[in-house]
């Protein structure tokens, strides 16, 4: 990368969007004419790898720091996700579907944002809209992208330009949309399989709330019994979690991807707190909900609800 | 309006394309089966006044504060320009062309920006791509919205989008576009013509150097000769508001849109470093300069260069 040169990046802690959208975006800036090179900013997961292999796709170069590059970010405007040293001045563009976050650029910028599953359905739309074609392996990371956030389509947070991106692309691709998911989620399981104390820090998040703090996981898997035949060693790692933490509880969700729900795991300081909370009764310290596959939208709110939430930490 | 209605508004001191871009952007969002208000929040200019009447739209309502409606801004992203009350909560979109400013919404939302002359191109865009039509009025004030940021498509910041989106606009509506454009700008320069030191404050910046604050205003008319004729009175005005604002000097650029180019205006402390940093040569504290339109991207960043930046205030 010569200093005129544009950088793509993700968030910290990349998953497959982060990765993938870096990717597809800056292979779309690149064929519209201006060369850019995707970044990321940590080691990539089980699920990217396993995406990259299979579309041959070599793993972007790895830095937390920018330097003087020209920045476009994907999926997130938040600093304190973005790379340390980005400055307004570098600022050239976001393409994102969170909250509109706290960075600022110092020029006029590129911004597309909307309220869909996936940032990588935006970069198709972009695509598509601007009439640039992407090559085979782009098209299957941003394919692959879309399944992971959407869990399969099957998440609350799935919108119709969602399905709609992922049937084009799976079509152009000439893969079964279905098949290719199942694929996905089966490879994230199994490859890179960590014990079950970094498995639940994996993905972590920490709510404040006037009851103390809340830890909550999540770990979502194609087969979700491999996971509760070793429920002991979870709630083992939950409680000494809730120790280190001194957190008012701790929530883990195992989240079936084709049995569409999630087995919820509690260990807290007032197990029937959470249970009215999240309308669920607890039986050996779990329950198994129907239908439930994201945290942000069905379980944070209705805990930070009964809690008296405060900040995000 | 109910507590489920949708609002847009632009920026404080609003102008055509805060009024229009409001107007406009509501329109799309009633159109689409989201019933949206647009606001504005102080009394609309000359332009907007000559533009409403001539298009039978009436005066948005007027307010500073946006109760528990959801909000939706155009041509800003600034919380001292937005409504006082706006929470993160609200928030539900952003159409703009200026720099990503400071202000964050709590959840997903849609933000659409690009760097291109005007919010309302971004809007007319917008309305092809979902294949909404907007009516007769609706397009004239988009029309109005375009030519006034470009000043007739000759600023330096009009980019082909503007150009196409206003060719389309006057097509639509059956009109010329030059002779669209002469009409208002000769409204504007007539409409409710000020006293000099009125005229002066209008649209007047300040900014922090090393040497002292700077402030300038820009007035563009249709015929620069009557403010010319007066020069004496803009002169004497300019020395009143450099005693008053303690100011290292006083620009005012009386932009003559026809003729595509500025007289520069000086009242300073050091007008040879006025005359350096601006390349040009001040004869009775005054210099025409050919192809100077835009305050933002042809004179606040030299000047800032040259007597060391500090902050916009």
């Known amino acids: ?118 940032t990588a359905t935006l970069i198709h739309e972009l695509a598509e809209r601007r009439e640039v074609s992407l090559d085979r392996s782009t098209r299957g990371l941003m394919l692959g992208a879309i399944l ?12 119709d330009r969602d399905r709609d991106a992922s049937a084009a692309l799976a079509e152009s ?23 079950p104390s970094e498995a639940l820090k994996g993905d972590l998040k920490v709510y404040d709330t006037s009851h103390g703090a809340v830890a909550i996981g999540q770990i979502e898997v194609a087969d979700s019994e491999a996971i509760l035949t070793e429920k002991g060693a979870y709630i083992e790692a939950m409680e000494q979690l809730q120790d280190e933490g001194d957190y008012h509880g701790v929530v883990l969700l195992v989240t079936d991807i084709p049995a569409k729900g999630s087995h919820v795991l509690v260990v807290s300081t007032d197990d029937s707190a959470y249970e009215s909370a999240l309308d669920i009764t607890l039986s050996d310290r779990s329950q198994f909900v129907d239908g439930l596959l994201s945290r942000k939208k069905q379980v944070v709110p209705p805990l930070l609800e009964a809690f008296g939430s405060s900040k995000l930490t």
Do not use: W
């Open 148 to 159: 992971s956030d959407t869990m399969l389509l099957a998440s609350p947070t799935t919108t």
């Open 173 to 195: 691709l000439a893969v079964d949309r279905e098949d290719f998911g199942q694929k996905q989620f089966e490879a994230k399981s199994t490859v890179g399989s960590l014990p």
């Open 1 to 118: 990368m010569d200093s005129e040169s544009t950088v793509v990046v993700g968030h910290t802690r990349p998953d497959a969007d982060s990765v993938c959208s870096a990717i597809a975006f800056a292979a779309l800036k690149s064929a519209e004419g201006t060369p850019t090179t995707p970044l990321i900013q940590g080691p990539i997961n089980a699920e990217s790898e396993y995406l990259l292999e299979r579309f041959e796709v070599s793993v972007p170069e790895e830095r937390r720091t920018v330097g003087d590059y020209d920045v476009i970010l994907v999926d997130h405007s938040e600093r304190d996700q973005a790379p340390e040293d980005l400055s307004p001045d570098q600022l050239r563009g976001i393409v994102d579907h969170h909250r509109i976050g706290d960075l600022q650029s110092s020029r006029p910028a590129f911004y597309f944002a909307d309220v869909v599953g996936c």
